[in-house]
């Protein structure tokens, strides 16, 4: 069990516009900032969105991320089949002196 | 840019440790980031392992603490992680990466399975 909540699929048509919701308390996302990372088939992690809402250089502005109280969603909009991958959110946790991850939501581009 | 390469035996026997490395190029492990491990076992999410500073100084996941070791060795630019007492559990792909703050990890290695069994 993740201290992060995600949900555990998520999907879309092409051109469409997914959230993807991550719970947390106040000792994660309540008092750190979210990370959001995109892992693609077979490959390892690639960090998506950091800082609650900042992109990485060369990620696309399709991907945003948003963070309120104690829960942060990432929204991608123009869906492609590319965006197909699983998804993990990721914040500080004071409680586990740690980072702690989201189980992590695979999204299914229809 | 930095890049993070994973390298140690894929596989251990019960009861046994679980050695890996990574080697850091394009920057120097002594700058100022922590190097981290996380681990994913097969079909599963992502599980911090624990960090390390140049310095030697480290932090570990409680729960898995009293199994874990992560080292530095700055002449060669490489940091390790020994896990003991393995059994299937341990079973998954294991990443080294840069924390470049608390839990923002960039870049990441490929990945190495890792598989207990006998």
Redesign the interface.
Known sequence: Q?VLTQPPSASGTPGQRVTISCSGSSSNIGS????W?QQLPG?????LI??NNQR?SGVPDRFSGSKSGTSASLAISGLQSEDEADY?C???DDS?????????TKLTVL | QVQLQESGPGLVKPSGTLSLTCAVSGGSISSSNWWSWVRQPPGKGLEWIGEIYHSGSTNYNPSLKSRVTISVDKSKNQFSLKLSSVTAADTAVYYCARAVTSSRFDPWGQGTLVTVSS
């Open positions: 993740s750190f900032t979210v990370n990372y490959t390892a992690p690639k960090l950091y800082s990485p993990y990721a914040a500080w586990l002196n740690g980072p702690v991850f989201g189980g992590g």
